[in-house]
């Protein structure tokens, strides 16, 4: 457990660029730039026009999640729960091994709801976890506009499904939509 807050410390100070020592330098980070996709990353939508957004239209995001992401999560967020970082303290669970935070999970979500025309403000979600995820699945996380409760506002239905199609999360969102500032 120790060595798993080691690395969960060594990876908050390489999120912030302090490199600790000669051993954990590693090629710079690609930065992401705000509206764009890396090449891991699958996204699908039906809409493209804030202005055309209606019930029905849906928005997914897919992605592996790596052990990088897990303990990169750990760093930023504080949660280094071994039963995300440590491999022998989680095979003695009722999981029998590592597996991803929920709240990373539920990430994804806002992850698909990035992918709506528009400048996405998110208000309410409420999220249900049917299963847990392991390290290395690939993750869908599918929203669906089911309701426009005017003012820009719209509730969607949330849902993370994994490549056997499992239902991982289950949920409801509210999100305001603006227009995007001119440049």
């Not at 730039?33 to 891991?40: G, H, I």
């Not at 669970?93 to 709240?103: E, L």
């Amino acid at each position: 457990m120790f060595d798993s807050v080691v690395a969960a410390n060594r990876a908050a100070l390489a999120a912030l660029g302090v490199e600790t020592n000669e051993r954990d330098k590693k090629e710079p980070v690609e930065r992401i730039e705000p509206a764009k996709d890396l090449p891991e990353w699958d996204a699908e939508k039906t809409v493209d026009e804030p202005e055309d957004l209606s019930v029905g239209d849906r928005f997914e995001f897919t992605k592996t999640l790596s052990d990088g992401d897990v303990r990169r999560f750990a760093a930023v967020s504080g949660d280094t729960n071994p039963l995300h970082l440590d491999d022998e303290f989680a095979e003695q669970t009722r999981f029998k091994s590592r597996i991803a935070h929920g709240t990373l999970v539920g990430g994804l979500i806002s992850a698909a709801l990035a992918r709506i025309p528009g400048l996405v403000v998110y208000l309410s979600q409420d999220l249900e976890f049917h299963n847990p995820v392991r390290i290395g699945e690939t993750l869908t996380a599918a929203c669906e506009i089911v309701e426009d409760l005017g003012h820009n506002q719209y509730r969607l239905t949330t849902r993370v499904i994994n490549a056997d199609d499992d239902i991982v999360i289950d949920g409801e969102a509210v999100v305001l939509i603006d227009s995007l500032p001119e440049n």
